[in-house]
């Protein structure tokens, strides 16, 4: 694409679907300051909190399995909106729980558009995007993420110091500190639902539903010239098929078709290696092995700052380097540090939860966690998303979207929830040496099952 104006427009295009990835990021870590807020507040044990935590991950797997379909039938931008509305419910409803019933039903609600923005966020940039750079645009879905990751540890920190280092002290206005670390959120939701109204549906959505004029129009605003031909080739992709559903990934091997396992798997390697557990245990790991609260939120802070580091990179090398590399180097290198992780924490004095890091283990453990943070923002991060959004055919791609998009919420709720009874049960060293099993066997399910689609255009995309 040679048109300068018409890649600016793509890229900004691009940047408004992806505040709902900064949202998705926010409202996943801004969860990190406010457990023992409401442990106290809502006298929860660590069951109930880790379900308190838990709870959006529900959502997630729920708005990622319907969102897919919706969007078939009323337009990525439509359901995007939605789930723009109820990030901004969610976000007030958060603060003003008083009890766990009331605060699990805001956060599944926050989850449900936390879920539906992971899926058609990425869908939406590809389906808009040239073949040439759709890695790099997609993977700005993965540095809006961890940006609002950074930016929700960053004002936990912020609103922490305010309150005179505890989230159970009082800010402003009667309320404790951890019921705004929620409330801040409001901003971004509020910028989010005005920036759609102003972006185009998806052109190969408006084919499927053969609004020509509509999609020739979208078309000439991204590539000018080449609309007319782009259309004709959506258009052919589509003519041949019947009206997308289900049925399009049933198969042979235990009643899906492969590309959707390996979608599957994809998705559910990438929480596996326990990716979560720092974004949204963070505070409560740190503060387990002797650091205060404030500076376990700072240590946080940190790590989102690298996050954005790695994912610079990756956001450079994608389109050259390659989708299968790149996962295979961030495999490597997280099966590396977490083993690491694990013999620290084996070796540390102390009893389960209340370890101690002396000499040179608290250090070997900070490095080794930051740099399984970089490896994993650097390639499972956002390449997973890139490849769910690029590799399933125009047919399959809602139903593979949605099959995928609920086998990785489902597997993120199951580490979240599971992390504080493993936490008292085998210890940190435990947990983290079975997230390092797992990133050893995504490894060889990387080599033997996944394909690179770099440089293909969707069109030509084989199911």
Known sequence: MNNQSHLSRIILISIVATIGGFLFGFDSGVINGTVDGMKDAFQTDNVGSGFNVASMLLGCALGAFFAASLADSFGRKTILIVSAVCFTISAWGSGIANASGEFIFYRILGGMAVGAASVL???????????????????????????????????????????GGSALNELAFGHDAWRWMFWVEIVPSLAFFFGLLCIPESPRYLVAKNQKEKALKVLQSLMGDEAEQKYEEIKASLAADHRPSFRDIVGPMLGLRPLVWVGIGLAVFQQLVGINVVFYYGSVL????????????????????????????????????????????????????????AIVFISADGEAGNLELTGASGPTALVAANLFVMFFNFSWGPVMWVMLGEMFPNQ?????????????????????????????????????????????????????????TKGIELEKMQG
């Open 121 to 163: 966020t990425p869908a939406y940039i590809s389906e808009i995007a040239p073949a040439e750079i759709r890695g790099r645009l997609t993977t700005i879905q993965q540095m809006a993420i961890i940006s609002g990751l950074f930016i929700a540890f960053l004002s936990n920190f912020v609103i922490v110091k305010m309150a």
């Open 286 to 341: 740190w503060q387990s092995v002797g650091f205060d609260e404030s500076d376990a939120l700072l240590i946080n802070v940190i790590s989102g700052g690298l996050s954005i580091a790695a994912c610079s990179v990756s956001l450079m090398v994608v389109d050259k380097l390659g989708r299968k590399p790149m996962l295979l180097i961030g495999s490597i290198g997280m099966a590396i540090t977490l083993s690491l992780m």
């Open 396 to 452: 399959m791609r809602g139903s593979g979207l949605a099959v995928s998009g609920l086998a990785q919420w489902l597997a993120n709720f199951g580490i979240t929830m599971t992390f504080p009874i493993m936490l008292t049960g085998v210890g940190l060293g435990g947990a983290y040496g079975f997230y390092a099993i797992c990133a050893f066997i995504s490894i060889f399910f990387v080599r033997k099952f996944v394909h690179e």
